[in-house]
C-alpha cells in the first residue's frame, strides 16, 4: 500500500483522510513540521501533504515548509508534495519552488479545498 503523510498545523479544511484512503493510500497524521521531519527519518511516504503557511515567525525561512522541502529534495526525491496554499501568499511559496522545482514534484491548491481538484491532483503526481 502506498503511504501519505498528511501535515496539518492549523486545519480549517475537511479532514481528507477517507479521500485518500479511497485512492489507496495508508494515512499517517503528524501535526507540525518539525514532528514530520522526525517521521522522515525512518518513514518514506510517496506523498505529503501540508500547509503552506508563511511568517516573520519562521526567522530567516519564508514558511513553515522550508526544512521540509529541503528534506525532501535531499532524502526523499520520489516522495511528491500538495501544499495547501493562500493565494495571497503564492508569491512566498514561488521563491521556495525556484529554490526547489528541480528538486521535488509540487502541486498546491488554493483555499478552500476542492476535494475533486484535490483527487486530481493525485494523478498528476
Request: no cysteine; aromatic share 14%.
Amino acid at each position: 500500500m502506498k503511504n501519505l503523510l498528511s501535515i496539518i498545523e492549523i486545519g480549517g479544511y475537511p479532514d481528507f483522510s477517507e479521500l485518500y484512503k479511497k485512492n489507496g493510500y495508508e494515512v499517517f497524521k503528524i501535526n507540525t513540521v518539525r514532528k514530520a521531519l522526525f517521521y522522515l527519518n525512518k518513514n518514506s511516504p510517496n506523498i505529503i501533504v501540508a500547509e503552506f503557511i508563511f511568517g516573520p515567525k519562521y526567522g530567516s525561512f519564508i514558511s513553515n515548509v522550508d526544512s521540509l522541502f529541503a528534506k525532501i529534495a535531499s532524502h526523499l526525491p520520489e516522495t511528491k508534495l500538495i501544499l495547501f496554499v493562500d493565494k495571497a501568499e503564492v508569491h512566498h511559496l514561488d521563491k521556495l519552488r525556484q529554490r526547489y522545482d528541480d528538486h521535488i514534484k509540487i502541486e498546491a491548491l488554493f483555499y478552500p479545498i476542492d476535494a475533486k481538484l484535490l483527487e486530481s491532483h493525485f494523478k498528476k503526481l
